[in-house]
C-alpha cells in the first residue's frame, strides 16, 4: 500500500528525499497558517457565501430569516452579526469545511448542543478556539525539523482534516469530563495536549482518529448514533409560549353531603289531572285534587318496586 511506501520514505536515510519532503511539509503548513492574516471582509461576496452556506450545511430544511438574525445563536455566535466574531479566515475555513464536507457530524453537535442548556457550549466560536489549537500544533510541527508522514496522505485538505477529527474530539472530551459553560479554553487545552502526543504516531488520517478514540473512548451517543446520521431538523422559530390560566379547584364535598338536582324529565311524574309534579320513586301517596263529587273512593298507593 501507498501508507507503507510514506514510512520508507520518512524512515529512510537518503537526506535528499528527506529534505524534500520536509519543503513539501513546510509548504503544506505555511499555506494553512497564512490564512491567519487574511481578515473577513462583509463586502467580499465570496466570505458573504460562505458564511450563508454554513447555515445551509447544517440546517438545509430551514431558511434563515435574513442575513442579521437571532438564529446565529444556533450554530454558537453570540451577536447577531456573526461577522463582528470572526477574526481571521482560518478558524472561519475550518468551520466552512467541517459544516460543508462533514455536514452530518456538524448538524449533530449543533443539534445536540442546541438543547443542553448549561451543558452547553458555543459550537462556531469553540471551533475558532479548536483552529487556534491547530495552529499552535502547526508551528511546534514547524520548528521541530521532523517530518510527519501524515501530510502526505492528501496535502491539499489534510490540515483541514485534522480539524474534523479535532473537532469531534473536543466533544466528546466535554461531555465525558462533564465540562459547563466557561469551560472551552481549559477543554482546548486538554485537547491539544491529546493530539501533541499522538500526531507524530499516526501515519494517516484514520489512524490518528483511532489513536484519539483510544485517549478519548466513543460515549454511548457516538455508539448508538453513528457520526454519519441524518441529524432531526431543529424548530428555529418556536411557537410563543402562551400563559395558562390556573385551574379553578372545586371544593371537595362528601357525596351524601348534597342530593343530586333532578334535571331530566323522566325523574318525576306528573299528575294527569292535577298537572303537579311528584318526585319519581317516592313512598308517598299521590294525592288528587278533584272536587268533591269526583274524589276517588279510595287513595292508590304506588308499589315501591315500579
Known amino acids: 500500500p501507498w501508507i507503507n511506501v510514506i514510512k520508507q520514505h520518512v524512515d529512510c536515510v537518503n537526506t535528499g528525499l528527506k529534505n524534500q519532503m520536509f519543503i513539501l511539509q513546510s509548504f503544506i503548513l505555511h499555506q494553512f497558517m497564512k490564512k491567519t492574516e487574511i481578515k473577513y471582509d462583509k463586502k467580499n461576496d465570496e466570505h458573504e457565501k460562505m458564511l450563508l452556506e454554513i447555515w445551509n450545511f447544517a440546517f438545509p430544511t430551514d431558511k434563515l430569516n435574513s442575513r442579521i438574525s437571532t438564529q446565529w445563536k444556533i450554530l ?3 451577536e447577531q452579526d456573526p461577522a463582528e466574531e470572526i477574526t481571521n479566515m482560518l478558524g472561519f475555513s ?8 462533514h455536514a452530518n457530524v456538524f448538524s449533530q453537535i449543533v443539534t445536540v448542543h442546541a438543547g443542553l442548556g448549561i451543558r452547553d457550549y458555543p459550537v462556531a466560536l469553540t471551533a475558532f478556539k479548536i483552529a487556534e489549537s491547530l495552529f499552535r500544533l502547526c508551528e511546534s510541527i514547524k520548528h521541530s525539523e521532523e517530518c510527519f508522514s501524515i501530510f ?3 496535502y ?6 485534522i480539524f474534523v477529527i479535532m473537532f469531534k474530539t473536543f466533544d466528546r472530551l466535554w461531555r465525558s469530563e462533564g465540562y459547563t459553560k466557561g469551560g ?4 482546548v487545552k ?4 491529546i493530539f501533541k502526543d499522538v500526531i507524530h504516531r499516526a501515519y494517516s488520517i484514520k ?3 483511532e489513536l484519539t478514540i483510544e485517549r478519548v473512548p466513543l460515549l454511548e451517543l457516538d455508539e448508538a448514533i453513528p457520526w454519519g446520521f441524518s441529524s432531526p431538523t431543529v424548530n428555529l422559530n418556536p411557537p410563543p409560549v402562551m400563559s395558562k390560566k390556573p385551574k379553578k379547584r372545586r371544593s371537595r364535598k362528601h357525596k351524601h353531603s348534597q342530593r343530586p338536582k333532578s334535571s331530566s324529565i323522566s325523574s318525576s311524574i306528573i299528575n294527569p289531572v292535577t298537572e303537579k309534579r311528584t318526585r319519581a320513586g317516592s313512598h308517598r301517596r299521590i294525592v288528587t285534587s278533584l272536587p268533591e263529587d269526583d274524589k276517588p273512593l279510595f287513595h292508590k298507593k304506588r308499589n315501591r318496586n315500579t
Do not use: D, I, R
Open 76 to 78: 454558537g455566535f453570540k
Open 94 to 101: 475550518c468551520l466552512h469545511y467541517v459544516a460543508q464536507m
Open 207 to 209: 489512524e490518528l482518529e
Open 152 to 154: 502526505f496522505e492528501n
Open 184 to 187: 472551552e479554553v481549559g477543554c
Open 190 to 193: 486538554s485537547l491539544e495536549k
Open 156 to 161: 491539499l485538505t489534510v490540515l483541514e482534516e
